[in-house]
């Protein structure tokens, strides 16, 4: 019965991608994009749960500027870097190395964007609790590898480092914010994956409320930054989810572990709307291509329900 509900949301993706793919070419207000990932949270303690008690920053105080969409899936491989390299290359990877050992298969995002501006290095970021994210910025395709390279800000001290604590990566992210005005940015937040495989419900939960606090602070230290107010594209989701069966664990095809939140405000995107156009992680890496003027072959869908 799960097969077949998942064989009918598939041929959904199918459909939609078929029809909405071509958009007419557009000048954008969008200069900056930043997106943030909430590692591991599941739908049923964010978006999903009809108070939305866990994310009343999002929900209340960001909902009225941006879209909501409650169709959104990893549709690939359910852990942190298979989702990640999703969304930042446009590409369902064939189970990548969860270690942070192997790099991603195809270029990311931040390579394609740095092709477009070679001296910028200090524009293009990666920022995240997890060290072993910082593969996200490099690939083992021999005619991009090692070339093209963002900036990167991962776990204690780079990949092989260990994990650093979810205040640091916010204070850090502040910083950079500040000092580089990054035109793209991505920003990982770990402590509801941490905190759901210790069996902590309670810290689990109140992570979720932090994590919900720091993008708030994040949005308001965008808007009140006199280069990137108003030029803005914020983007917030999960890598994956967690079993729906128990919150511990995650890796499966389960609802609990496919279905995440989506949330994006910004000056191309409509405002205080909910959208339930069947979308997954690959479709950020082709819309966040439109909104920069990237070219590329994209695997992904442009969520073109978003834009105004
Ligand atoms: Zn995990
Ligand atoms: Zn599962």
Redesign the pocket.
């Known amino acids: 019965m799960r097969n077949v509900k998942w064989l009918i949301l598939v041929a959904s993706f199918i459909i939609v991608s078929c029809r909405r793919d071509k958009i007419a070419p557009r000048q954008y207000k969008t200069d900056y994009v930043v997106i943030v990932v909430m590692d591991g949270a599941r739908y049923s303690e964010t978006y999903g749960i009809p108070s939305k008690q866990y994310i009343p920053r999002m929900s209340q105080d960001l909902g009225s500027i941006g879209c909501w969409n409650t169709s959104f899936y990893n549709t690939g491989i ?1 852990n942190t870097i298979n989702g990640h390299v999703a969304m930042t290359t446009g590409f369902l990877e064939n189970n990548l190395e969860n270690s942070g050992f192997e790099l991603p298969t195809h270029p990311s995002i931040f390579q394609e964007w740095m092709k477009l501006h070679p001296q910028s290095q200090e524009k293009a970021w990666i920022v995240a609790s997890k060290d072993k994210l910082e593969v996200l910025g490099n690939t083992k395709d021999n005619s991009w590898r090692d070339t093209y390279l963002p900036s990167t800000d991962c776990g204690i001290n780079g990949l092989g480092s260990g994990y650093r604590s979810d205040s640091l990566t916010f204070a850090h992210s502040i910083k950079i914010l500040n000092k580089h005005q990054p035109k793209l940015l991505l920003i990982n937040f770990k402590d509801p994956d941490t905190y759901g495989h210790a069996g902590d419900w309670q810290n689990y939960l109140q992570s979720i409320q932090t994590t919900d606090e720091y993008i708030h602070s994040l949005w308001q230290t965008i808007e009140q930054n006199p280069e990137m107010s108003g030029k803005t594209t914020l983007i917030v989701t999960n890598d994956h ?4 069966s128990n919150f511990q ?6 609802e ?3 279905k995440i939140f989506f949330f994006a405000c910004g000056p191309d995107f409509k405002s205080n709307i909910e959208l339930n156009t069947p979308r997954s992680l690959i479709d950020i890496h082709a819309t966040v291509s439109e909104l920069l003027g990237i070219q590329n072959f994209r695997r992904g869908s442009v969520m073109v329900e978003l834009f105004k």
Do not use: F, L
Request: with cysteine.
């Open positions: 359910t989810g967690r079993h729906t664990n995650h890796g499966d095809d389960c609990g572990c496919r």
